[in-house]
């Protein structure tokens, strides 16, 4: 197979999840977030023969999006505005403001968390398996799931408006 086709087929099997990933790095700022979702995919294509299998081809990209993500934070440090990510459904409206409070009040919860934290709770919103969120992190599968735990509860206290 040609490195094109290659490169191609890796791209449509992760682009998504690594745009989803920048998306909530980048506080729902959607052009932000395809800007680092680009800045990631040729970071790959620039790199790619450093890739030395190790670890899974996903891992590998998704550390690539997190340290882009990352860089540019600490570079800017502004803050987006959170969008909706509610579905449109057939609830009433006052449920459907309700629900886009509480996943606004969520994803601002989530953008209060220390960088390492806010990875995790992404990668693990995104369903990436828990052995993948560790080896890209560089942490053991225990520690993942410990940490997960900690930073549900201090979501759940900050969601409730509970002190920390």
Known sequence: MNIEKEFTEIYNKHASQVYRLCLGYASGNEDLAKEWQQQTFIKVWKHRSSYKGSAAIGTWIYRIAVNICLGDLRKVKK??????????????????????????????????????????????????????????????????????????????????????
Not at 118 to 132: D, H, S, V, Y
Not at 151 to 163: D, G, H, M, P, S
């Open 79 to 164: 803050k987006a505005a959170v969008v909706d990510f509610m579905p449109i459904t057939e609830d009433s409206e006052n449920e459907r403001h309700e629900k886009e409070e509480q996943i606004k009040k969520m994803y601002e919860c989530i953008h209060q968390l220390p960088g390492k934290n806010k990875a995790l709770i992404f990668m693990e919103l995104e369903g990436i398996p828990q052995n993948t969120i560790g080896d890209t992190l560089g942490m053991a599968h225990g520690a993942v799931r410990t940490r997960l735990s900690r930073i549900r509860k201090v979501l759940l206290k900050c969601i409730t408006n509970e002190k920390r």
